[in-house]
């Protein structure tokens, strides 16, 4: 069972935006900004989309984007593309002693 | 542009020892301040964070593996390694290498990965 909980699926038509919550506690998500969102298609290793809750690496789209309420992050997804299906995980620094915590994956279909 | 690329056996026995090496190329494994992780996604499942180096050797490890887990780095190959002892079916998994550069809780570099198969 993963430490940050998120919904298995989500799933929007082209051009529609899709948000994916990831929640955690205190001691995770709520306790540090360091709250980061990747991107995995099938077969290939996760890519970095977000970082610090709302900050994107270079060449991520503006198409998405993040952020934080309490023990709750959240990933959005404006104007899906057909590129967009993949799953996506949330993690979260968790402190000197666990380090870093995973969500169980969302898999976002775009219909 | 920064690459790892992890290798070594696809296939391990049951209660032996997984090893694995991971190499950094693009730029020097001890230029910046970074950690070097491992991570692992069994089949159709999440991830999982194995452990980490600094290239100055200090370590951190997941607390559900750390009795079994050792990384080390070594700074004149631009590599560093996994060993996972005592290995059973349930480490059967992708495990892939990633750069945490310090002070932001993410990944921006991962290896392509590499499956890891433990049975007899």
């Known amino acids: 069972q993963s430490a940050l909980t998120q919904p298995p699926s989500a799933s929007g038509s082209p051009g529609q935006s899709v948000t994916i919550s990831c929640t955690g506690t205190g001691s995770d998500v709520g306790g540090y900004s360091y709250v980061s969102w990747y991107q995995q298609h099938p077969g290939k290793a996760p890519k970095l989309i977000i970082y610090e809750v709302r900050k994107r690496p270079s060449g991520v789209p503006d198409r998405f984007s993040g952020s934080k309420s309490g023990n709750t992050a959240s990933l959005t997804v404006s104007g899906l593309q057909a590129e967009d299906e993949a799953d996506y995980y949330c993690s979260s620094y968790a402190g000197s002693n666990t380090f870093v915590v995973f969500g169980g994956g969302t898999k976002l279909t775009v219909l | 542009q920064v690459q790892l690329q992890e290798s070594g056996p696809g296939l391990v026995k049951p209660s032996q020892t997984l090893s694995l090496t991971c190499t950094v190329s693009?730029?020097?494994?001890?230029?910046?301040?970074?950690?070097w992780s491992w991570i692992r996604q069994p089949a159709g499942k999440g991830l999982e964070w194995i452990g980490r180096?600094?290239?100055?050797?200090?370590?951190n490890y997941n607390s559900s593996l750390k009795s079994r887990v050792t990384i080390s780095v070594d700074t004149s190959t631009n590599q560093f390694s996994l060993n996972l002892s005592s290995v059973t079916a349930t480490d059967t998994a992708v495990y892939y290498c990633?750069?945490?550069?310090?002070?932001?809780?993410?990944?921006?570099?991962w290896g392509q990965g590499t499956l890891v198969t433990v049975s007899s």
């Open positions: 990633a750069r945490w550069p310090t002070g932001t809780g993410s990944f921006d570099y």
């Open positions: 180096i600094s290239t100055s050797g200090s370590t």
């Open positions: 693009g730029g020097s494994i001890s230029s910046g301040s970074y950690y």
